[in-house]
């Protein structure tokens, strides 16, 4: 059999990076974080003895095929999903693992925290393993952190995993809670309706971002402390908003959680992003960069009324518009059929030719 797993990216309005460390470890912190539906996919399967391990990536048309599990590490071609491949596939088996994205790279919507997620997934499905969707976040976030050493914090595998609202809680020291934030049918589809995520075309890279925040937070009476104790504050905030249906409160607190982003540092600012905002600043209630910043998507939330007057600004600057429509369920697997001898061969190639 096939192992299959589809999972949501998540979009952070507030409190992201204060799950990262080291000012979680230091001071706690606080994420509200929401599953949309966009989603990264996974499916894997096992090949006859001595075929070999055949990586593919559909969406960005990258493969990676090599003899053996070990020999996964030898190269820096696909290293995210062989990572995961090498940690979790029983050494001397043959796979072929494919993913697909709905998301560009660099988006800020936690496009590879929901792949990891979803990768786990559908190796478990393969092998017959079960795990909570928290459990799954959790290994997936290990692999991403650990075994590959990539900076940042576990909000995006947890928010991908679980789906829905979420508002996780980080004790000083180490430790998180996990919280459902519960609204309302009438809340609900105003959020989805008032909601836009906005693409300008221009990408960030979250990994050198989150080594420039590091660097900046350690400097002595640091603006990037300050601006991750008013993130943390303004989660709480936002925490306490939405099950009471207050989007006023919830709009309020994405533009200030925005203001603080960028004060973290300097490469978290985008000069375009800033030039989107100026354009519809009257149309919308608040709006934020998502992820670590310095491009990718931002997050509005229109005023009652002019939501197709905020889409025709964003369009005439060049900006890519999708609308916003929860995700609730989140991690979510099947098994299929195996893919036959041809559709096999032709994966496999593809896999090859473009590695």
Request: aromatic letters at 6%; proline letters at 5%.
């Amino acid at each position: 059999m096939k192992g299959c797993a589809r999972v949501p990216v998540r979009v952070d309005p507030a409190g992201g990076g204060t799950d990262a460390p080291p000012y979680c470890l230091d001071h706690g912190g606080a994420v509200v974080n929401l599953a949309v539906q966009r989603h990264a996919f996974a499916m894997v399967q096992q090949l006859d003895e001595g075929a070999g391990v055949a990586l593919y990536a559909m969406d960005i048309n990258k493969g990676k095929s090599v003899l053996s599990i070990e020999q996964l590490s030898e190269t820096k071609d696909l290293e995210f999903l062989g990572a995961f491949v090498e940690r979790l596939a029983p050494s001397g088996d043959s796979l072929l693992l494919v993913t697909e994205t709905d998301v560009p790279a660099g988006s800020g919507l936690g496009g590879s925290g929901a792949l990891g997620v979803a990768v786990v997934a559908a190796l478990d499905q393969l092998y017959g393993r079960e795990r909570t969707p928290a459990e799954t976040a959790a290994l997936a976030n290990e692999i991403e952190r650990q075994d590959l050493g990539y900076p940042g914090g576990d909000q995006d595998s947890y928010g991908a995993a679980l789906g829905g609202i979420n508002y996780l809680k980080y004790q000083p020291g180490g430790g998180m809670t996990r919280h459902r934030i519960k609204i309302n049918e009438p809340t609900c589809r105003a959020l989805e309706y008032q909601s836009l995520l906005i693409y300008t075309g221009e990408g960030h890279v979250s990994a050198t971002i989150h080594e420039d925040i590091r660097t900046s937070y350690a400097l002595p009476n640091s603006p990037t402390l300050h601006a991750m104790q008013i993130l943390h504050a303004q989660a709480d905030k936002m925490a306490a908003a939405l099950p009471e249906g207050d989007l006023k409160a919830y709009g309020e607190a994405l533009s200030e959680s925005c203001r603080q982003l960028y004060r973290l540092h300097e490469s978290c600012d985008s000069a375009e992003h800033r030039r989107y905002f100026e354009a519809i600043d009257d149309c919308i209630m608040g709006g934020k960069t998502c992820g670590a910043g310095g491009g990718g998507f931002l997050l509005v939330l229109t005023k009652p009324g002019h939501r197709r007057e905020c889409i025709g600004r964003i369009e005439q600057l060049g900006g890519t518009v999708w609308p916003v429509v929860i995700d609730w369920q989140g991690l979510a697997t099947w098994v299929e059929p195996p893919w036959d001898e041809a559709e096999v061969r032709r994966l496999r190639d593809l896999a090859a030719v473009n590695s």
